[in-house]
C-alpha cells in the first residue's frame, strides 16, 4: 500500500480510533515514522476528533469534580513527584514480568498443543496397530478354518470313507454321532456335533470293537466347537464303534453301563 | 508522541513523572468533551458518571503506557473512556443492537425525521448545519463507538468502501470546519 492509498484507506483514521488489528497499527506507525506527511494526517485526524468532541461536550455535574478529586486522593496516596518515577520503574518492571511470563506460556501453547496432539496421533496409532493385529488373527484363523474343512470334505466325499451312524442307545434319546472310517489308510474321522454336552468332569470316548473286543479309539475334543470332524485314532478292521461317557481323560476299558451311542459298520 | 501545544505537552510531562496536581486541570480540559461522549454510549447518566471518574483514575495509573500509545493526550484518553464504556454495555449484553440503536436514537436525539434540529446544546446547532448527517454518524460510530468499517458494512448492509469513503469525506469535512492545518 502506498501512503497515497493509505490515507484514502480509512486506516489512518480507524488507527486514530483504535479499532485497527495489531498488523494494521504496525503498518500505520512504520508509515508515519518514515513519512512527516503521513503522521501530520495522523495529528490531523486527532485533533479534529479532539475539536469535534469538545464542540459536542456535554459538561458533567459538578459534583462529579469534587467527587472524583476525592476518590483519587484517596485511592492515590500522596508521594513526592520525585518518589513517583521509581515508583513507576517498580510497576513497569512488575508489568514486563507479567508480560514476559504470559509471553513465555503463550510461546509454549504451540508446543504444548502439539506435544498433546502428537499423543493422541500416538495412542491412535496404537489401537489401530492393535485392531489389525486382531483382524490379522481372526483372519488366519478363519482360514485355518476354511482349510480344516476342506480336508474334511474332500475325505469325506472320497470313496474310500465309509459312513458309519451312531444312534442313540437309549430309547427317545435324540443324540447321534457319525464316524468316517477309511478302510485303506484305516483313519477314524468323528462328527461329534450332536451329542450333548457334558459336565466339565466327564468327557466322551469313542471305541471300536475287534473281534468282540473294545479297543479305545481316543477321547472327542468336542472343546473346539468350530470343528465338525475330529480325527481319531486308526483302527484295521473294526466290526462297531461306540462312544461312552467317561470321567475326564478317557478310561482304559470302557463303562459299559455308560454307552451313550453304537453303530454296526456295515 | 505527536506534536501537541505547549500546555498538553506540559500536562503530559507532568502526568508522566507522576505530578498529581495535573490530574485537577485535566479534569477540566477534558471531562466535558469525554463525558459527552461517554454518555452517548451508555446513554443513563449515572453509569456516564461512573466511567468517566474511572477513566481518569485509569488515566493516573495507566500512565506509564502513555509513552507507548503514539496518539494525542486526548484520543489516548477518549479510548479509555470508549473502551470503558463499550466494556459496560458489553455486560450489559446490549451491544448486538447498538448500531440498530443507533440509527434510531442519532436520528431521533438530534435531527427530526424532518430534518429539523433538536438540539442537545445551542453550540450543537451551528456544528450539525456543518455536518451531514451520515457524516457526523459514521465519525460517531468509529471513533465514539468504536465500530470498525466492517462492523459498520455489516450492521448497515453497505458496502465497505462506501463506509471508507463515507469517513474520509466526514474527515475532511471536520478538518475544514475546524481550521485544523498543521
Known sequence: MTHDELRQSGLLELYVANACTAEERLMVERAAKSDPQIQRELDEIALSIEAYAQERAIAPPAALRTSFLEHFDNAVPVEKPKTAAPAVGRISTVTYLRAASIGIIIGLLPSLYLYYERADLVRERDAAQTQLAAAQERTSVIAQRASDLKTSFDKVVSENFKRITLPAVAKNDVASATVFWNASTKEVLIDARNLPHLPTANDYQLWAIVDGAPVDLGVIDISNSDAVLHAMKVIDSPAMFAITVEPKGGSVSPTLSAIKVAGKVG | ?182
Open chain 2, 1 to 182: 508522541m505527536p506534536e501537541q501545544d505547549i500546555l498538553t505537552t506540559q500536562r503530559v510531562e507532568r502526568l508522566i513523572a507522576g505530578d498529581r496536581s495535573v490530574m485537577a486541570e485535566l479534569y477540566d480540559a477534558y471531562s466535558a468533551a469525554l463525558f459527552g461522549v461517554v454518555m452517548r454510549i451508555v446513554k443513563v447518566q449515572a453509569v456516564a458518571e461512573d466511567i468517566l471518574q474511572e477513566t481518569f483514575m485509569r488515566v493516573w495509573t495507566k500512565r506509564a503506557s502513555y509513552a507507548d500509545a503514539k496518539g494525542t493526550l486526548f484520543t489516548w484518553m477518549l479510548n479509555i473512556a470508549r473502551n470503558m464504556a463499550i466494556d459496560h454495555l458489553r455486560s450489559a449484553a446490549v451491544r448486538t443492537t447498538e448500531i440498530q440503536d443507533e440509527a434510531s436514537t442519532v436520528g431521533m436525539e438530534e435531527v427530526g425525521s424532518d430534518g429539523s434540529l433538536m438540539m442537545e446544546t445551542v453550540d450543537l446547532a451551528s456544528f450539525v448545519e456543518r455536518l451531514p448527517n451520515e457524516q457526523q454518524e459514521i465519525i460517531d460510530l468509529v471513533f465514539f463507538k468504536g465500530f470498525t468499517h466492517q462492523e459498520i458494512a455489516d450492521e448497515r448492509g453497505i458496502p465497505l468502501g462506501t463506509v471508507k469513503s463515507r469517513l474520509r469525506l466526514a474527515m475532511n469535512s471536520l478538518r475544514t470546519i475546524y481550521g485544523v492545518s498543521l
